[in-house]
């Protein structure tokens, strides 16, 4: 019995040591020697590992052309907005030098009108002393 049981040992140990995948060196190449259900394994991963970087790439090919078109309509609404800031700048540059004209205007059409009634003063006060020196 003692004989049996260490047949069984033995076989169990060379079962373990003796495990695929084996790898063999042939001159300077290495072959890997396993059984089918370990290369189908290996077939089913590699296979799901490619489609899953395809789905990968796909998607990061999506979202590139999502934010090239998200970055153009940034770059259009930037544009336009510097646009307008631009002609808002110009327009409120021009407004006031108008504004500063208007107040010239203003202050030489008061001046003006002050003139005038002095004049229109100056006139009467002539008029009066021609008349006192006429009686």
């Known amino acids: 019995m003692r004989k049996i049981i260490l047949i069984c ?17 042939i001159k300077n190449d290495s072959v890997v020697i396993m059984k089918v259900s370990q290369a189908d394994t290996i077939n089913l991963l590699y296979k799901s590992y490619n489609d899953t970087i395809a789905e990968l790439k796909k998607s990061i090919t999506q979202k590139r052309y999502l934010y090239d078109s998200i970055s153009k309509e940034i770059y259009n609404k930037q544009d336009s907005f510097y646009n307008w800031k631009w002609k808002y700048e110009a327009n409120r540059a ?3 030098d108008r504004q500063k004209d ?6 030489i059409h008061e001046f003006s009108k002050i003139i005038l009634v002095g004049i229109i003063l100056l006139q009467f006060h002539t008029i009066s002393q021609l008349h006192d020196q006429i009686k």
Request: glycine share 0%.
């Open 9 to 25: 040992i033995i076989f169990n140990i060379n079962n373990l040591y003796a495990q695929y995948p084996i790898i063999k060196k």
């Open 94 to 96: 021009s407004y006031i």
């Open 102 to 107: 208007y107040w010239k205007t203003e202050k």
